[in-house]
């Protein structure tokens, strides 16, 4: 072998395992949280940094400095803030006087995102946390209330209202939340239940409706009868929801319930790091790396193929992309590849697609046909966030996992 092609060899090898180091995105531009109690403990808090989260999740407020020491951020949760009965509330004054208290301890901490009021309300007790909420904006503007939403497949009586759209509109318009926030757990068995993209397709309808931004709360743990987290559970759920234009992402949890068959959190019931810790890394590492890109696109659609769940479209539909093609290497028989793509478009008009393998077990090499022929396709890197020519072994999905594409002429 001649010495150049040696040289050359060895520079492909060394740029295809180049350590990428991607930039923290702070969480106003995507936040990245653990939800739950915020600890306390300043190694635990160190570790949360470590772990790629950038916002610690509710915090007590006198632990509020702990958390920006810490370089994190949080939602403070107080007893004068959320403490009431929602369908018995104090008068004007009393819940003016308790949330200037807090506002006056912590409002000036860079550290504090906002202030928990409740998980999972009924539809009734939204106007009593509307009077927080505003009482809140008034006296500190900068801060966001923090209400997470039930899932759509929960009953008419537990939301209390007829259907999932009017009960999410009521958090932007009741309670004035500036960004939507809710969780649907759906893998079980090895497989992600149609549950979950019916609800990005109703959050994703409802944000662009509202111009509100979407935030997932996704499983982070294993209890019931979900599955244990692994690298394919979190790309899944993650790129899925990049793909749906989601802007935030929140681990349920992080630090390991010590209730029933709880299990495998990023942190367990002894405060020591499991194996789910490093998974968690990894996808947060790809999330700083590609946040910055994706948060400056506009989501203009999201098909399925082949399965289309019953919210969804098809692919067929797609303004872009005639077909995706998968072929496996050495599986006798070959799986049927499925998957999910997202498309979007920059402030140039240059569209974007992402391509999400929707199979949890299966790698598939991939190929798409585009509707405009002779185009081609720019990849954003995962681990980097940098543009680099479509080529070599880039066309292979892990379980779970997506890849953003720009379209090029």
């Known amino acids: 072998m001649k010495p150049v092609m040696i040289l050359a060899l060895f520079a492909s090898a060394a740029w295809c395992q180049m350590i990428h180091h991607p930039a923290p995105v702070p969480p106003s531009t995507f936040p990245i949280m653990a939800w739950g109690s915020a600890p306390s403990d300043a190694e635990q808090l160190k570790l949360m940094k470590e772990a790629g989260l ?3 999740g509710f915090c007590r407020a006198e632990d509020a400095s702990k958390i920006r020491d810490a370089g994190l951020t949080c939602f403070v949760s107080d007893e004068r803030v959320n403490g ?25 901490n860079p550290a504090v995102l906002g202030y928990y009021l409740r998980d999972e309300p009924h539809a009734s007790l939204m106007p009593a946390m509307g009077r927080v909420s505003r009482i809140l904006k008034e006296l500190a503007p900068s801060k966001w209330p923090y209400v997470n939403l039930f899932p759509y497949r929960v ?21 004035g939340q500036p960004f939507l926030s809710y969780d649907n757990y759906s893998l079980v068995d090895g497989e992600m239940l149609d549950y979950f993209y019916n609800n990005l397709d109703l959050v994703r309808r409802l944000s662009i409706e509202t111009k509100t931004p979407f935030w997932n709360c996704i ?15 979190f790309h899944l759920q993650v790129y899925a929801t990049l793909a749906y234009g989601g802007r935030g992402i929140q681990y349920f ?15 367990d019931q002894f405060g020591n790091k499991t194996a789910t810790w490093d998974a968690l890394r990894r996808i947060n590492l790809e999330l700083h790396a590609l946040a910055p890109v994706m948060t400056k696109l506009r ?3 999201v098909y399925h193929y082949p399965d289309v769940p019953e919210y969804g479209k098809p692919l067929s539909d797609s ?13 006798k028989p070959p799986v049927q590849g499925r998957v999910l793509v997202g498309e979007f478009e920059d402030a140039q008009g240059r569209p974007y697609i992402l391509v999400v393998n929707k199979d949890l077990r299966n790698s598939f090499q991939f190929a798409v046909e585009l509707k405009q022929r002779g185009r081609k ?11 680099e020519p479509f080529g070599r072994e880039m066309d292979w999905l892990a379980p779970g996992a997506g890849v953003l594409l720009r379209v090029s002429e």
Not at 88 to 101: G, I, Q, Y
Not at 319 to 331: G, M, N
């Open 54 to 56: 950038n916002v610690a």
């Open 84 to 108: 009431y009965d929602w369908s018995n509330m104090p008068s004007e004054d009393v819940l003016r006087k308790n949330v200037a208290e807090v506002v006056r301890e912590t409002g000036k």
């Open 155 to 175: 009953s008419k009586e537990r939301m209390g209202v007829d259907d999932w759209d009017t009960y999410g509109r009521m958090l932007v318009e009741k309670i």
């Open 219 to 233: 499983l982070a743990n294993a209890h019931f009868n979900y599955m244990e987290p692994s690298d394919a559970t």
């Open 253 to 267: 949890t992080y630090t390991t319930p010590h209730i029933g068959n709880y299990r495998l959190g990023a942190v």
């Open 299 to 301: 989501s203009t659609g």
């Open 319 to 331: 303004k872009l992309v005639a077909r995706v093609t998968t072929i496996q290497r050495y599986v």
């Open 377 to 387: 396709f720019v990849r954003i890197c995962n681990y980097s966030g940098q543009e």
